[in-house]
C-alpha cells in the first residue's frame, strides 16, 4: 500500500470557483508529479517537483499551479475553475532515482459544471 | 502520447488465456516500467526493465524489451478475471521525469 494520499477523492464544483488539490506522502521522497488524466486514459505530465521550492511546468500544459513549501505536500490550484478542467488528477511520487518506481495516489476526480 | 503508444488500446480474452501487450516509445531511455491501474485508482507499479536488460519475469508477468526497435511487451500468464484492468508502459526521460503510453484496457471474461 503507498502512503501517498489525495483529498478530495471527487469533487464538484461551480465554474469561476477556486480549488485546491491536496497531495500528501509520508515516503520522504523528493520528485513529486501531477498527471492530468483524460477519458481515453492517456496521463499527461502537468507539473513536477524536485524538492522544497521547486516547481516545473510538464508536457501539458495547465492553467493550474502547485507549490512545494514542505517535502511531504504538493497541492494544486485552479484559481478560476472552467467546464474544460474536468478530468482526474493523478498525484505521484519517487526518489528521484533513475531505476525507481513510482507511486500514486488513488486520484481526484474533479467534474466542473 | 509524447512518449509511448501501446497496442493494443482494449483486449477482452478468456479466463486461463496468456494476455499480451505491446509499447512502443520515441526516445532513447534509463529503463521501461509497467503500472496496472484499476477502474478510477490511482496506478500500481508492475515490474521495471532496465535498458540493459532483455527480459524479465515476476510471478504471472513476462516483460520483454528491445531496444533496437524502441518496443517492450508485457505478457500476463494464466489470466484471472481479478487482471482486468488498464495496463500502461512508462519511460523515464533524462530529466528522470515519467512518460506514460496511452493505456491497454485488458478484459478477463470469467
Known amino acids: 500500500e503507498a502512503d501517498i494520499y489525495q483529498t478530495p477523492r471527487y469533487l464538484v464544483i461551480g465554474t469561476g470557483k477556486k480549488i485546491t488539490l491536496e497531495c500528501s506522502q509520508t515516503?520522504?521522497?523528493?520528485?513529486m508529479y501531477w498527471y492530468q488524466q483524460d477519458p481515453g486514459m492517456e496521463l499527461h505530465l502537468i507539473h513536477y517537483?524536485?524538492?522544497?521550492?521547486?516547481?516545473e511546468k510538464g508536457d501539458l500544459s495547465s492553467e493550474s499551479t502547485v507549490s512545494r513549501i514542505r517535502t511531504e505536500h504538493f497541492p494544486l490550484t485552479l484559481e478560476s475553475a472552467r467546464p474544460s478542467h474536468t478530468s482526474q488528477y493523478l498525484c505521484a511520487s519517487t526518489d528521484g532515482g533513475k531505476d525507481t518506481e513510482a507511486f500514486f495516489g488513488q486520484g481526484t476526480r474533479l467534474t466542473v459544471v | 502520447s509524447q512518449q509511448g503508444e501501446e497496442d493494443p488500446q482494449a483486449l477482452s480474452i478468456q479466463e486461463g488465456e496468456n494476455a499480451t501487450m505491446n509499447c512502443s516509445y520515441k526516445t532513447s531511455i534509463n529503463n521501461l516500467q509497467w503500472y496496472r491501474q484499476n477502474s478510477g485508482r490511482g496506478l500500481v507499479h508492475l515490474i521495471l526493465i532496465r535498458s540493459n536488460e532483455r527480459e524479465k519475469h515476476s510471478g504471472r508477468l513476462r516483460v520483454t524489451l528491445d531496444t533496437s526497435k524502441k518496443s517492450s511487451s508485457l505478457l500476463i500468464t494464466a489470466s484471472r478475471a481479478a487482471d482486468t484492468a488498464s495496463y500502461f508502459c512508462?519511460?523515464?526521460?533524462?530529466?528522470?521525469?515519467?512518460?506514460f503510453g496511452t493505456g491497454t484496457r485488458l478484459t478477463v471474461i470469467p
Open positions: 512508462a519511460t523515464i526521460t533524462g530529466a528522470n521525469n515519467l512518460f
Open positions: 515516503m520522504g521522497h523528493d520528485k
Open positions: 517537483s524536485y524538492g522544497v521550492n521547486s516547481t
